[in-house]
C-alpha cells in the first residue's frame, strides 16, 4: 500500500468548513484512497473513499487532484461532535487490510 | 453495517496471567481482523482471522502470545497471553463491511490495562 502522509494535527472553529489535507505521492493506479476517523475511546469509522473522481456524502466531500497525488477531506460544517483523529489510507479495492498512519488530530472548538 | 459486540468492554489484569477477548457479530462474514492501540498510538493489525483457516499473523505478533479462534461465521476471540504491562492497549475486532463502500466496519474494542 502507498504511503499516505498527514499534518499531525489542526484546529477548525465549529460551523467552518474543515480541510484535511492527505499526501500519497507514491499510490498506484488502482489504489483508492479511504478516510476514517476515530473519535476518543470509539472504534474507527467510515468516512468515505474515492478512487479519482470526486466524492461526496452525508458526511463530507473528498477532493482528490488529477495527478492522485494528494487528496483533501472535507468537513463542510464541522461540529464539536467532529472532534476526532482522521486517518487516511491508500488501500487495493480487493483489500480490507487498513494500515492506519498517524492520522490529523483534529480540535473543532466552539 | 455489522453490529460487533466485544467483550469484555475494559479489564484490569494483573502480570503473568491471559485474558480472552471475544467479539460476536450479528450477521455471517469471512473475514475478520483483530487491531491493537496502544495508548497514544496508531492502530497496528495484529492478525487477519478468515473462517475455515488458521489466523495470519502480521510481523511482530505469534500465535503463542496471540492465540486466535475462528470458530464460525460470527464469532472470533483473541487471547493475550502471558501478559506484561506493555500489553496494556485498546484491543478491536473489526469485520469486513457490509456495504459497497465501508471497508471494514469496527467494534468499540476492549481496554486492557495489566498491572
Known amino acids: 500500500d502507498a504511503k499516505t502522509t498527514q499534518p499531525p494535527s489542526m484546529d477548525c472553529a465549529e460551523g467552518r468548513a474543515a480541510n484535511l489535507p492527505c499526501n500519497h505521492s507514491?499510490?498506484?493506479?488502482?489504489?483508492?484512497v479511504y478516510w476514517y476517523r476515530q473519535i476518543h475511546s470509539q472504534g474507527p469509522q467510515y468516512i468515505i473513499h474515492?478512487?479519482?473522481n470526486n466524492e461526496t456524502n452525508e458526511m463530507a466531500s473528498l477532493i482528490i487532484t488529477e495527478d492522485r497525488k494528494s487528496s483533501t477531506l472535507i468537513l463542510p460544517h464541522a461540529t464539536l461532535r467532529d472532534t476526532a483523529v482522521y486517518y487516511c489510507?491508500?488501500?487495493?479495492?480487493?483489500?480490507?487490510?487498513?494500515?492506519f498512519g498517524a492520522g490529523t488530530t483534529v480540535t473543532v472548538r466552539a | 453495517s455489522a453490529v460487533i459486540s466485544q467483550k469484555p468492554s475494559r479489564d484490569i489484569c494483573q502480570r503473568g496471567t491471559s485474558l480472552t477477548i471475544q467479539c460476536q457479530v450479528d450477521?455471517?462474514?469471512?473475514?475478520m481482523f483483530w487491531y491493537r492501540q496502544q495508548p497514544g498510538q496508531s492502530l497496528t493489525l495484529i492478525a487477519t482471522?478468515?473462517?475455515?483457516?488458521?489466523?495470519?499473523?502480521e510481523s511482530g505478533f505469534v500465535i503463542d502470545k496471540f492465540p486466535i479462534s475462528r470458530p464460525n461465521l460470527t464469532f472470533s476471540t483473541l487471547t493475550v497471553s502471558n501478559m506484561s504491562p506493555e500489553d496494556s492497549s485498546i484491543y478491536l475486532c473489526?469485520?469486513?463491511?457490509?456495504?459497497?463502500?465501508?471497508?471494514?466496519?469496527f467494534g468499540s474494542g476492549t481496554q486492557l490495562s495489566v498491572l
Open positions: 473489526s469485520v469486513e463491511g457490509t456495504g459497497s463502500n465501508e471497508k471494514l466496519f
Open positions: 507514491t499510490i498506484s493506479g488502482n489504489e483508492y
Open positions: 474515492g478512487l479519482k
Open positions: 489510507i491508500a488501500l487495493l479495492f480487493n483489500d480490507y487490510k487498513l494500515s
Open positions: 450477521s455471517q462474514v469471512t473475514m
Open positions: 482471522a478468515n473462517q475455515g483457516s488458521e489466523a495470519t499473523y
